[in-house]
């Protein structure tokens, strides 16, 4: 039986691309790869693409020179988890401070790891995950 090897792309929905692009690249110095007035691409650790969508954009079917691409569109306060290794969470929570993005919660994992949390401009919540949480990671 064939399988799914991972995931490559994660969306979210933003009301401002600039605004988004600017939290992402700036504060969690995503780099960016794609950027066009209804999308930006992010290159997450070489290994996954969060694509940031502007809300209410890409509603109606997008006909390119390759083929096609369905309608899609969120609304509400989605949840993201990146990956970070266990020695880089005092840095980045120190990072986040001097960005004046609050931490709203902390949680230690009972098979192991450590959670933060916060929230993007679009009041999505964030989740920075040291390895031990999950048999993957």
């Known amino acids: 039986m064939p399988r799914l090897n991972r995931i490559i792309e994660t969306a979210l929905y933003v009301k401002d691309l600039k605004e988004a692009k600017d ?13 066009s007035n209804v999308l930006v691409a992010l290159n997450v650790g070489g290994l996954n693409t969060l694509l940031l969508f502007k809300r209410g954009a890409s509603v109606q079917t997008k ?20 990956a970070i290794d266990a020695k880089d969470m005092g840095p980045w929570t120190e990072r986040l401070a001097q960005a004046g993005v609050a931490i709203e919660g902390r949680t230690e994992w009972p098979k192991g790891g450590s959670s933060i949390y916060f929230r993007d401009p679009d009041e999505n919540l964030i989740e920075l995950l040291t390895p031990g949480c999950w048999p993957i990671y």
């Open 23 to 35: 939290f992402y690249h700036g504060t969690l110095d995503l780099g960016v790869m794609v950027e």
């Open 63 to 82: 006909h390119l020179s390759g083929g096609e691409i369905p309608p899609h569109d969120a609304h509400g306060r989605i949840h993201v988890c990146f």
